[in-house]
């Protein structure tokens, strides 16, 4: 037992943010559609009764019973019930901003995963644990106005964030004992494929070595002998995102890191994230999250 506890196993230190919308269980009649749209985040639904029919970039996908769909962010798709019986689902939006995690799900427009595949996970479990939270939330006190979502408690609100986690966790393991998702045939196409991927992955390296340069896309695309838009659209097909959204979600993934870990004053955190001042970097902070970096910042990290 001595031998068990002799080296020490650590953790890395891990401050990201999980951005939920749109998370809701719905049912819609017969004749019910969707229009045509897009979200700039990830979207995952679930059919838990009936059938619905996706069509995204031309295609079209029939979901049935059990089956799960994720759609990658910014394609767009419409939705409609053209069976004779209502379509149960359960609906979330969601983003990370872990890079790694991102490019996984940005992999394809879309991913279908059949009933019979979805059953070797816990998928339908963390999904009746999320409707018994929602269930409970709305059997108290008084119901929220239409269309208007419940406030939920505390602890319901990490449950709620937990689940959607585990949900992601086991989708993404899924997916990645499915087969590669269908391109065309030829090893040209795969070669190709193989090649973005790899400028992709160099573009997001070069990146978040200028995290606190502010890296230039273009002078990027100079360097790699590519033109702007093509190393904006390399990047975005594999990661999900553009070059500066990503920039954006890496600083403030190390203006959290910063503001948790360190005593560092605001003017030192601004400057190492390449703000011109720290009144700058409070604006922007405030823009992404909804609040001041000194209201983020935990109270006992005051600054001597």
């Keep these: 037992m001595e031998d068990l506890y002799r080296d020490t196993y650590r953790f890395p ?22 229009p045509r749209h897009h979200h700039h985040l990830f979207e995952l639904l679930y059919c838990s009764e009936g059938e619905v029919i996706h069509e995204i970039n031309r295609e079209t996908i029939t979901m049935r ?5 994720l759609i990658k962010s910014s394609v767009r798709h419409r939705s409609s019930n053209k069976a004779a019986t209502n379509y149960g689902y359960f609906n979330v939006h969601f983003d ?19 009933k019979q595949h979805a059953e070797r996970s816990k998928l339908r479990f963390y999904v009746s644990e999320l409707e018994a939270v929602m269930q409970r939330n709305h059997a108290k006190g008084s ?26 966790h086991d989708v993404l393991h899924l997916l990645k004992q499915q087969t590669t998702p269908k391109q065309h045939p030829s090893d040209q196409s795969k070669d190709a494929s193989l090649f973005s991927t790899d400028v992709a992955h160099a573009i997001e390296e070069k990146l978040s070595l200028g995290i606190s340069e502010e890296a230039s896309v273009a002078g990027i695309a100079k360097e790699m002998n590519l033109s702007r838009s093509q190393c904006s659209k390399l990047f975005s097909n594999v990661y ?5 959204q990503y920039v954006s979600q890496q600083k403030l993934k190390l203006a959290k890191e910063l503001l948790v ?27 992404w999250t909804g609040q001041s970096p000194s209201e983020f910042r935990p109270k006992h990290h005051t600054v001597q």
């Design 13 to 34: 230190n891990m401050i990201q943010t999980l951005q939920v919308t749109g998370c809701h269980f719905g049912l819609q009649p017969p004749g019910w559609e969707y």
């Design 65 to 69: 019973e059990g089956d799960w769909l």
């Design 96 to 114: 990370l901003d872990d890079a790694d995690i991102r490019s996984l799900l940005a992999a394809a427009a879309y991913r279908h995963m059949s």
């Design 143 to 168: 119901a929220p106005e239409q269309g208007q979502p419940n406030s939920l408690r505390f602890e319901d609100k990490l449950l709620l964030q937990s689940y959607t986690l585990l949900i992601i």
């Design 240 to 244: 999900g995102l553009s070059p500066r």
């Design 261 to 287: 870990t360190t005593h560092l004053p605001m003017t030192a955190i601004a400057d190492k994230l390449g703000f011109q001042s720290a009144s700058h970097f409070s604006r922007q902070f405030r823009r």
